[in-house]
């Protein structure tokens, strides 16, 4: 070959020696400069995305929900917490500390494995007869058992109850699907679990408890699979022991609420009127609002007319101040976290975590529809707090962190689907 045939070759394997040189260069910048970064960037979005599982759209409904209930809730306690404590922030302030508290929760048990929950269960119902137990040892305050003191803030037993109900029976139903149908694999365990259950609330006395607890257990079999047959048999069980209590003086309590049902407009004894008291003033608030309300802080029934606004007769204050619209807004607010809640449930490949996340989100669905018949009169004044929206820190941290338990079904459900 010529000399210059063999130059040019020579020049033309150097230059591609050269470009496959530069070109695993630019690879290797890529790789270890470029793509990271992009990895990087992709991490972190995926943290509430598909990714790692959290469910954005249900965690932004909790937020939005948990900022309107905070600010409702001082609203409605402002006028209280100046009267009575001198300090208009008292309960503000006490609520954000549980609000921070509860999303930690909420976050921690997101990232928590959920099936995990499945083997503890019994403990959990176990822990809570414990705390049933307890508070019945302890002084009444204001004729009643319901609490446990724990400096900062009180921890009310039946809402571990609620949770451990919802559990259990997740639990139970998962674990004898096949049999479930039985009575002995539904019927008793629910009459077992319901009636202790019920007994120990019964002795604080908590009614409203009862009812939450009762529609849950039948809730949780009948979902689970429980026949519809035994639905009846179960309420027609209750029924009786409702009328035996009625009879021989055990609902003495409970018939003091039922006395002033439906006559809180009507005035018939001086006791009856102040029996009533409370829910004439709901109503008197609810009628006040109109369709578009008074506007944000303006309810005249929290000035001392409503007593404790900031708890169970809440609603009733952001239908004065917000009307008809403002509470149809939340109302379907509170439609769209259950929708989402269950929709997210459904997506579980396991039984266990179809029921959980079914029944939590169902409790906020049961609890919203209760406390609106509560304070319009359509069932007697229980006391039956507004998810969210009242105040107390047991009962918002809780719910938090089964809301965390909800996310947790999604983010395991998303992740198995990828």
Known sequence: ?????????????????????????????????VRPS?????????????????????????????????IMMFSASYANAYYYQDDSYYYLKRQLIFVVVGIVAMGFMSFFNYNKLHKIAPIVLGISYIALLIVLILPANGGVRRWIPLGLFNIQPSEISKLAIILFFAHWCSKYYNKIQIAK???L??????????????????????????????????????????LAIGFLGIVGIVLFLAATGGLSYAMSRLDGWGQALE??????????????????AIGSGGVWGLGLGQSRQ?????????????????????????????????????????????????????????????????????????IT?????????????????SSLIMLLAQMGIVLSISRTANIERQ
């Open 302 to 374: 929290k000035y001392l007319w409503l007593p404790e606004p900031q708890n169970d007769f809440i609603f009733a204050v952001v239908v004065e101040e917000l009307g008809l619209v403002g509470a149809a807004i939340i109302l379907i607010i509170f439609a769209l976290l259950v929708w989402r809640g269950i929709t997210l449930s459904l997506r579980a490949k396991d039984k266990f975590g179809k029921l959980l996340g079914i029944g939590l989100t169902s409790q906020i669905g049961i609890q919203v529809v209760l406390n609106i018949l509560v």
């Open 267 to 284: 005035y018939t004894t001086e006791d009856m009127w102040q029996t009533t008291w409370q829910t004439r003033n709901s109503l008197y």
């Open 38 to 70: 992009r990895q990087r960037i992709m991490k972190k979005a995926k943290w509430f995305g598909v990714g790692m599982g959290i469910d954005l759209p249900f965690c932004i409904i909790i937020l939005v929900l948990l900022t309107i209930g905070t």
């Open 189 to 230: 365990p629910g009459l077992i679990i319901f009636g202790s259950t019920a007994l120990l609330l019964f002795l604080e006395p908590h009614y409203s408890g009862i009812v939450i607890i009762g529609i849950l257990t039948v809730l949780m079999l009948y979902i689970g699979g429980m026949k519809t047959k035994y």
């Open 1 to 33: 070959m010529a000399p210059n045939k063999r130059v040019m070759l020579r020049a033309d394997l150097n230059k591609m020696y050269d470009e496959e040189y530069y070109s695993e260069q630019r690879i290797k910048e890529e790789k270890f400069f």
């Open 377 to 393: 009169d359509w069932l007697p004044n229980t006391g039956i707090s507004l998810p969210f929206f009242s105040y107390g820190g």
């Open 185 to 187: 694999y539904s019927v």
